[in-house]
């Protein structure tokens, strides 16, 4: 159900009195140290649909941000002899909670993120799903038994390797699926038993704050987690802190890379960039499959995913036919009432967004492209926008889109296609459409990414398949079990038994 503005953030504050304070008709969220709600100076937050202000958030300064680390690190404690049992009851009543309030958080994605209500309802559902697949990750927090006759020098000892948890994790999550990824990095964090400072996305903060909430209803120990939005200096000195033991992180390549330098030696996990591209072969014979798959995969949530389809290759003799099919979709693409089941297309995060997308499409058109449709914005939605004969000296063949752009690009040879896929910097996803399984298995062994989908645009659900690239598209994995990996420390013990 759509809400107006006074509506859901009176509504919200009768829910989750905590969280906001409203004042002459403007709501402000509070941040989460040390499971107090507490305000602060203050900035504004955009509704993308039209450029107004929402909301305020309350903007965590230096001592604030002392305080929090000093939270996480006494609680760390807490966490790792928490039981898990324990952490499985909180993590899957957080669940529950999470349903019987999911009106409102749909309603927060809507708002502040300018998601069409079936993606805003996607993603909330994602993260119940995610949820109440808990006890899939605790599987994974397990030990091995290294007997030591397999060496002489270890004869009459055995070894038993144990995970432990990390400490103090900072997460910094994007604004494309703001509540989603901030709770696939804490969910399983938590759970292997470290304390978790979330650095919201700036732009839109709600609904992972709302969040926190709800995992103190659920029980959650408070300083097991804490939330602060922050400036980007702040954030770049909370990276810097010997008191974090790990970062997490999901957004740009050009952050993720000051990250590393700045971090010092600490766990890192990064999920960059990409630049997937679609690769269409000579034998593939359902073109209107392929289609659907590229327009669903280059323009849902208007393209601004890491995973977004954002460059075709596409067999020289299918060309024209699949270029027919991908306009007559993209034509019946529907923008406008958020709130509307029927609405496909929203707008891009803000303004900047916009001319960046602009500028790759213009760039693209001034080095020979061929623009069949689109390629026109207003306020912050671009229109989806078909290119065609499209250069590789063009910048949308290389640099990451984020905006609902197909552009297309014919082939002659395979080796041809494979070589533009692996000059690109990123590797996080592609895709193949053939007829041919060992035709894709082998392509899919010389594409240098992290995922390969046949016959599908990438799309990687709540986590049941590892997520995550190589090159510049990042380090490490996440996705259910996946993640326990990277939130852990192996510990080696070793005892004498002869």
Same mark, same amino acid.
């Given at each position: ?5 006074? #509506? ?25 140290? $040390?499971? =107090? ?25 230096? %001592? ?21 049992? %324990? ?15 999911? %009106? ?17 309802? /996607? ?11 808990? @006890? ?29 948890? !990390? ?17 696939? @990095? ?8 470290? #304390? ?20 103190? *209803?659920?029980?959650?120990? /408070? ?20 008191? !974090? ?36 072969? =000579? ?35 299918? *060309?024209?036919?699949?270029?027919? %099919? ?36 213009? $760039? ?38 984020? /905006? ?8 002659? @040879?395979? $080796?041809?296609?494979? *070589?533009?896929?692996?000059?690109? *910097? ?43 690239? !190589? ?28």
């Amino acid at each position: 159900m759509d809400m107006d503005n006074n #509506t859901f953030f009176t509504t919200l504050k009768k829910r989750f009195p905590d969280v906001l304070d409203i004042k002459d008709d403007i709501a402000t969220f509070n941040m989460y140290i $040390d499971g =107090q709600w507490i305000g602060n100076n203050s900035k504004p937050v955009k509704d993308p649909d039209n450029n107004s202000t929402l909301c305020q958030v309350s903007v965590a300064d230096l %001592e604030q941000v002392d305080r929090a680390l000093e939270s996480a690190r006494e609680k760390k404690e807490v966490m790792k002899n928490l039981s898990g049992d %324990e952490k499985i009851a909180i993590l899957e009543r957080a669940a529950d909670l999470l349903m019987a309030s999911r %009106e409102l958080f749909v309603n927060a994605l809507v708002k502040n993120v300018g998601k069409p209500l079936k993606e805003a309802e /996607g993603e909330i559902d994602a993260t119940i799903e995610r949820l109440r697949r808990v @006890k899939s990750d605790s599987q994974r927090i397990q030990g091995d038994f290294i007997p030591g006759e397999w060496a002489k020098p270890n004869r009459g000892r055995i070894a038993i390797i144990v995970r432990e948890p !990390v400490g103090v994790v900072l997460a910094i999550a994007p604004f494309n699926m703001p509540l989603f990824i901030s709770y696939t @990095k804490i969910i399983p964090a938590l759970l292997a038993g470290n #304390t978790v400072i979330l650095r919201p996305p700036s732009l839109v903060p709600i609904a992972p704050i709302m969040m926190g909430k709800i995992l103190e *209803e659920a029980g959650l120990p /408070g300083g097991a987690l804490n939330i602060i939005p922050t400036s980007t200096d702040v954030a770049s000195y909370l990276a810097t802190r010997d008191e !974090v033991d790990m970062i997490t992180f999901t957004g740009s390549t050009d952050v993720g890379l000051k990250l590393t330098k700045i971090s010092g030696i600490k766990r890192i996990h990064l999920e960059l960039g990409g630049k997937a591209a679609a690769l269409v072969l =000579q034998d593939c014979s359902d073109v209107k499959s392929a289609a659907q798959n590229i327009v669903t995969g280059s323009t849902k949530f208007s393209g601004q995913r890491c995973d977004a389809i954002s460059r075709v290759l596409v067999h020289e003799s299918l *060309e024209e036919g699949l270029t027919k %099919e991908i306009l007559s979709i993209v034509k019946k693409l529907r923008s406008g009432d958020l709130s509307a089941k029927e609405t496909d297309i929203g707008p891009l995060i803000d303004s900047k967004a916009v001319a960046r997308v602009d500028s790759l499409v213009k $760039d693209a058109v001034e080095k020979g492209a061929k623009l069949l449709l689109g390629g026109k914005s207003r306020g912050n939605y671009y229109e989806p926008t078909v290119l065609a004969n499209v250069p590789l000296s063009a910048r949308i063949m290389w640099e990451e889109t984020f /905006g609902p752009v197909i552009p297309i690009h014919s082939f002659k @040879k395979e $080796d041809e296609a494979v *070589e533009i896929i692996n000059s690109s *910097e990123y590797g996080l996803d592609n895709a193949i459409f053939t007829d041919d399984i060992r035709t894709a298995w082998r392509l899919g062994k010389k594409l240098e990414s992290g995922e390969i989908s046949i016959n599908c645009f990438p799309s990687h659900g709540i986590g049941f398949f590892p997520f995550g690239g !190589v090159k510049k598209s990042g380090l490490g994995r996440e996705g259910i079990s996946y993640s326990i990996d990277e939130f852990t420390n192996l510990k080696t013990m070793v005892y004498n038994v002869s």
